[in-house]
């Protein structure tokens, strides 16, 4: 499987910048997998901008930014006083996991829901916006398998960066895939983070790259720490030389239905 790689963008909904810059990495760029966060007041506008395209959507689950889609009375163990989504920063900070499973589910099901309702379908993939819960993505793969959904979780060796002598995988259905997304490391290069995936190419899986592609506006300067890095990934994503290398390369480009 040398020859097949896969490339994510997530975000679709955080802001209209970020659905901009994922619209222009899709429309005039190498993105054919896109993940939904379908609680934000921008969801719509980024759908409406690439829903005709040639791509595998998801549902790229938020629990750590916006309001809910279910009722904030139910879920209070991921939400504040006010019914906003507890922060990511609240989940680092925490000395322990206080995700409770089964509100976890309620607010995965809504975005399911809410998905469906957008697309009139199942979404093609199912996975989750980072945070530090194991509880959260145990919930994830649960309603995946029992709704069976295609669900793409996290390596538990991703931020290792291959430094315990074995790459990122995760299992996707039946195809091993090996996963790679540096967007968060210091000195960020999407173009050296691609190199590595090139030449570090499996025989025995898909290789993946997750991106975060965007332009920057007020609200994602106010709501997010990755920044510059969305602006470097469109940029990349729509070059002639990340393009010359593919083709160079003879790689076809996979989406999650061709799992």
């Keep these: 499987m040398k020859n097949k790689i896969m490339l994510r963008a997530d975000d679709l909904g955080y802001s209209e910048a970020v659905n901009y810059g994922i619209e222009k990495s899709v429309k005039s760029g190498l993105i054919n997998?896109?993940?939904?966060?379908?609680?934000?007041?921008?969801?719509?506008?980024?759908?409406?901008?690439?829903?005709?395209?040639?791509v595998a959507f998801g549902q790229h689950t938020n629990i750590c930014i916006g309001r809910p889609?279910?009722?904030?009375?139910?879920?209070?163990?991921?939400?504040?006083s006010e019914g906003y989504f507890k922060t990511s920063k609240m989940y680092r900070e925490s000395p322990i996991d206080f995700v409770v499973f089964e509100e976890a589910l309620i607010e995965i099901e809504a975005q399911y829901k809410q998905?469906?309702?957008?697309?009139?379908?199942?979404?093609?993939?199912?996975?989750?916006h980072a945070i530090a819960s194991n509880t959260f993505?145990?919930?994830?793969?649960?309603?995946?398998?029992?709704?069976?959904?295609?669900?793409?979780?996290?390596?538990?060796?991703?931020?290792?960066?291959?430094?315990?002598?074995?790459?990122?995988?995760?299992?996707?259905?039946?195809?091993?895939?090996?996963?790679?997304?540096?967007?968060?490391?210091k000195d960020y290069?999407?173009?050296?983070?691609?190199?590595?995936?090139?030449?570090?190419?499996?025989?025995?899986?898909?290789?993946?790259?997750?991106?975060?592609?965007?332009?920057?506006d007020n609200y994602i300067l106010n709501h997010s720490s990755l920044l510059i890095p969305?602006?470097?990934?469109?940029?990349?994503?729509?070059?002639?030389?990340?393009?010359?290398?593919?083709?160079?390369?003879?790689l076809t480009l996979v989406k999650y239905n061709n799992l």
């Design 115 to 128: 998905f469906s309702s957008f697309f009139d379908k199942d979404p093609d993939y199912i996975e989750g």
């Design 33 to 54: 997998n896109v993940g939904i966060m379908l609680n934000m007041e921008a969801t719509l506008h980024g759908i409406n901008l690439i829903k005709n395209e040639d």
């Design 69 to 80: 889609l279910s009722d904030p009375k139910l879920i209070p163990s991921i939400t504040t």
């Design 230 to 250: 969305r602006v470097l990934e469109v940029d990349m994503l729509i070059s002639e030389r990340t393009k010359d290398i593919i083709a160079e390369n003879k």
């Design 189 to 216: 290069d999407p173009n050296r983070t691609f190199d590595k995936l090139i030449s570090n190419r499996h025989s025995d899986g898909v290789d993946l790259m997750v991106f975060h592609p965007g332009y920057l």
């Design 137 to 185: 993505f145990k919930a994830l793969e649960y309603f995946a398998t029992e709704h069976g959904l295609t669900y793409s979780g996290l390596p538990s060796n991703l931020e290792k960066s291959n430094s315990d002598g074995t790459d990122p995988a995760l299992m996707v259905n039946n195809t091993k895939v090996y996963m790679i997304m540096e967007s968060m490391d």
